[in-house]
């Protein structure tokens, strides 16, 4: 069926489209023919047409309800001469109210108005219809002054004024509720911001009582195994922290049955008041919801706690309900960060629990505290001392004492890289910057974004390489090389070196704005020679544990041997005096250590068999090179990096030698 509907009334085009707003969607549900009743009514009162278009006006101007009703009665006063209108609002007492009026109208009693209400339309002056309304209290329209009403007008004007009230209404609640959408966005927002479980909570608790309107908030997680609540915040009560049992009061039946629990001023019977007695405060009205967790499972509630105004409503539980699904969703993703911060908190205290810094002479006390000091900083740290002095042990216990400590410490050996690989490591590069670049990479000091990066002999960096860092430590940016952009980060470097940096900066072979960045904060590690009885406290802690190790009983150690290992001049210091007990604890059977058995090397060094002289030149030195790389291997047990160090040559020159001299099969 095609509806048509032509309508002049003084200009007033828009009619159309008021029937059309108004009454097409009643259509469908009707059986009456809505626009025949109007059609008619308007061709029986032409007046009529004019007040639709001022009703129409209302809908579009009211600011609210009273505003409306305002409207709805000057609208009718206004189209016919003489009439005055007025709306009459129902009480909770049943009592009748007048909350709008236009025109003189009379007084009428609240028996007058019980029997209107019940009557639904009265035709004649006054003339009387209702306006019953879902969720809303019983509204009456009085119209008086117009005697001569035709019954059919009546008719139209009550289903028009029903249907612009009713679609007010609606159009309301939607824009309340875009409203309140629109704040709860911006407040689950705010919680997605925030990344500690604690400063989480609280700033739910904080907004949501903002949002409900309520005087306070808390919100319960379930520790089942215990079979408590701890409520957080709670204000009064020492850390904040409320534990309850969780099969009492409202919030131990929500959780218990996973419903939303309403308690208003009558039923506060049903209120836990043990809680009330802890936190000194009296509640009159609470509002609870579970919490639920991605699998639907309860793991805590999300409590309101008395309403500013009145009672919490449906509207209060719906809200909440929907709030606390946002707030179960970040606070599950919360707690698992939480989880696995405290994990990586427990791995970083194992780590730093494993880190031995041996010693009892005033310069290792003096140390412990120089290392307190110096972790409580951010600023960088130059670590000196002789080879297996302990430079990386102290700059190990430098990171995890620090704030940075569950952060990576991410270590590089720039003695360990040539040049250009050396940049690629710290920096990272682009695919494609050189070749054999296939992928983007990210380089250490990326890596150990947040927490240290220790740079093992820096002294053997490349003057580029210094100058980047240089950049790094300054400007707290680096860019990957082949790359454009500056990449931010937060890093504290840890510098080490056993060479004489100054006499390097002197010879132009090491910046010395950057050994001046560095030197901020040194250390110095003292020889272990001139540790005094450290040398014997080490040497017994050694002992004592690669027996262990070796399962075994603990030897003494002499007297005689004491004294030599006092004597000793230790070149390699902490390192050989661990590796001479580690061969005594594996290769010495006795119970007791004297001087004659104990590994020490002499002051010349141990030495390497003489070659055959019978050799020819090639032979006699391919030969000597064989023995002395064997020996340096069976020094540091197989260690490489560690034997190409001893002798002073890189470890991939090494692996070639060692190649070239059969030391190794090709595969290696
Ligand atoms: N004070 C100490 N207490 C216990 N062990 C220590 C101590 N100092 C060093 N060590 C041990 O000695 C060995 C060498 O220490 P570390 O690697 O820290 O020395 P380094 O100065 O960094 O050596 P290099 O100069 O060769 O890099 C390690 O096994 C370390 O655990």
Known sequence: MVWRLFLYNGGEVRIPFLFAELLLPAMNSSDHDPFQLLGEAIQENPRLATMLTQLWRQLGTAQDLSQLFDGICQALAKSFPGAAAQLLCQQSTGDWKRMASAGKTSAISSSQSQQWMQADITSGDPAAFSLPLENEPHRLLVLEGVPGLPARSLQAIAQVTRFAVKRFIENQNKSDRSQRLKAMLTMVQRWHQTDDLI??????????????????????????????????????????????PDDKGVVGAVVQTGEPRRVDDMLGHEVNRDIDKQLEFHTRSLLAVPLLDRKGKVFGAFELINKLDGNFTTKDEQGLMEVAVHAAAVLESSQQIAGLMECRDRIAQAQASEIQLIGESPAMIELRKNIDRIAATKLPVLVLGENGSGKE??????????????????????????????????????????????????????????????????????????????????????????????IEIDVRVIAATNQDLPKLVKEKKFRQDLFYRLDVVSVNLPPLRDRGNDILILAQQFLEQFSRKAHREIPMLSADAKDCLLAHPWPGNIRELRNTMERIAFLCDREVITSEVLPLETSTGPQVHQVSAQLDLAAATDRFQADFISYHLGRTGGNMAQAAKNMGVHRSNLHRKMKQLGLLDEKE
């Not at 379930?222 to 701890?230: A, C, E, F, R």
């Not at 070749?435 to 380089?443: D, M």
């Not at 250490?444 to 490349?462: R, V, Y």
């Open 199 to 244: 400063s989480l909570l609280n700033e739910m608790a904080e907004s949501s009582t903002e949002f409900f309107g309520a005087e306070r908030a808390s919100i319960f997680l379930w520790d089942k195994p215990k079979h408590q609540l701890i409520g957080r915040p709670a204000l009064g009560v020492e850390d904040g922290k409320l534990v309850v």
């Open 393 to 486: 042990v102290v700059s190990r216990l430098i990171h995890y004492q620090s704030d940075r400590r569950s952060q990576p410490l991410v270590a590089v050996n720039c003695a360990a890289l040539p040049d250009t690989l050396l940049e690629s490591e710290l920096f990272g590069h682009e695919k494609g910057a050189f070749t054999g670049a296939h992928e983007t990479k990210a380089g250490k000091f990326e890596l150990a974004s947040g927490g240290t990066l220790f740079l093992d002999e820096i002294g053997d960096m490349s003057l580029p390489g210094q100058a980047k860092l240089l950049r790094v430590l300054e400007n707290h940016v680096v860019t990957r090389l082949g790359g454009q952009t500056d």
